[in-house]
């Protein structure tokens, strides 16, 4: 007999979310499925730690900072990054106090998820960066306005955006990004100085040579 499993609540720790829920338990399934999606403005104190899953998660920062740990690795969140994990996978998602995150995620589950996964370098324990940072959040709206509504074709509407993300993401730029401490507050001392002073620095030889 198959076991049903059921999503952990969402963080408390948000603003202006806007959620859509289309399966109310994780079961195995042949097709791609969306169980939930949602938009969340993370407040500063935002903090996330998971040993794992129940189903596979993708997110996309769709502006701020922030840092993530997957499995055991750390990355420097920003603009444009999708990250993914799922059973079996650690997570620890946390805001940069002075530039709080808005994110948007996905959970999702099906055997046709593993077969996308083999096609790229994208899947659970992966961080990528999108180029095309603008369609990723226009998909992630649809498939948000698309879930909110009560149609009978909404699920395979939404499956049909998830499946469009998840070949953007294989497509995506893998980042340099895991970071020794030292590199990781350098990194954020650099994000400062031009946040601060992006009217006299010309270029990046201005950049460099102010750091």
């Known amino acids: ?39 969340e403005n993370c407040e ?10 129940p189903c596979f998660g993708m997110e996309f920062v769709a502006d701020g900072t922030g840092q993530l740990v997957l499995n055991g690795r750390s990355y420097p969140l920003r603009s444009g990054l999708v990250f993914c994990y799922g059973p079996g996978v650690s997570q620890r ?8 995150m808005t994110k948007y995620f996905v959970d999702f589950f099906g055997r046709e998820a593993g077969e996308l996964f083999r ?3 994208f899947g659970p324990g992966a961080v990528v960066e999108i180029p095309d940072a603008g369609t990723f959040r226009f998909l992630f709206d649809q498939l948000l306005a698309e879930g909110s509504g009560d149609a009978r074709e909404s699920a395979g509407i939404c499956a049909a955006y998830l499946r469009l993300m998840l070949m ?13 401490p030292a590199a990781l507050a350098q990194f954020h001392r650099c994000i400062d100085l031009i946040d601060t002073r992006y009217l006299e620095l010309r270029d990046l030889n201005d950049v460099a040579a102010a750091l």
Do not use: W
């Open 168 to 180: 953007k993401a294989a497509g995506g730029i893998t980042p340099a990004l895991r970071t020794s």
């Open 44 to 53: 500063p104190g935002y903090l996330v730690e998971r040993d794992g899953f």
């Open 93 to 100: 998602i946390h805001n940069d106090a002075g530039r709080p």
């Open 1 to 39: 007999m198959a076991i049903k499993k059921s999503l952990p609540p969402h963080s408390s720790q948000v603003t202006g979310t806007r959620y859509c829920y289309l399966e109310n338990r994780i079961a195995p399934a042949k097709e791609l499925k969306v169980a939930c999606a949602g938009r």
């Open 119 to 121: 096609g790229g370098d």
